[in-house]
């Protein structure tokens, strides 16, 4: 069974940084596009940033220059460094994975991590 950790997140001031991690874990064949969403209250799950397995990566215009996702593929682990954050960048942030598990190809999220950004 494939299971999406993540870590990270909390509390933190506007202008301050905070990072996330997610690994992957469980009978992993192969990892490909690994990415972050977030939810704000009230709002829809919207994307934050993937990154495919070669290290293309996409951001949300809204974090662009603020936000870099990155990956480690030998630890089935991707990363968000969120930069100069903002009260509206206040979510519940979700890890995202498109995994080959058993032989089968799956599309797995975590549970969430909280991060909230105070003015």
């Known amino acids: 069974q494939v299971q999406l950790v993540e870590s990270g997140g909390g509390l933190v001031q506007a202008g301050g940084s905070l990072g996330l991690s997610c690994a992957a874990s469980?009978?992993?064949?192969?990892?490909?596009?690994m990415g972050w969403y977030r939810q704000a209250p009230g709002k829809q799950r919207e994307l934050v940033a993937v990154?495919?397995?070669?290290?293309?990566?996409t951001y949300a215009d809204s974090v662009k220059g603020r936000f870099t996702i990155s990956r480690d593929n030998a630890k089935n682990t991707v990363y968000l460094q969120m930069n100069s954050l903002k009260p509206e960048d206040t979510a519940v942030y979700y890890c995202n994975a498109d995994i080959v598990a058993k032989g089968s190809y799956g599309n797995y999220w975590g549970k969430g991590t909280l991060v909230t950004v105070t003015s």
């Open positions: 469980g009978s992993i064949g192969s990892v490909f596009t």
């Open positions: 990154i495919t397995r070669g290290g293309s990566t």
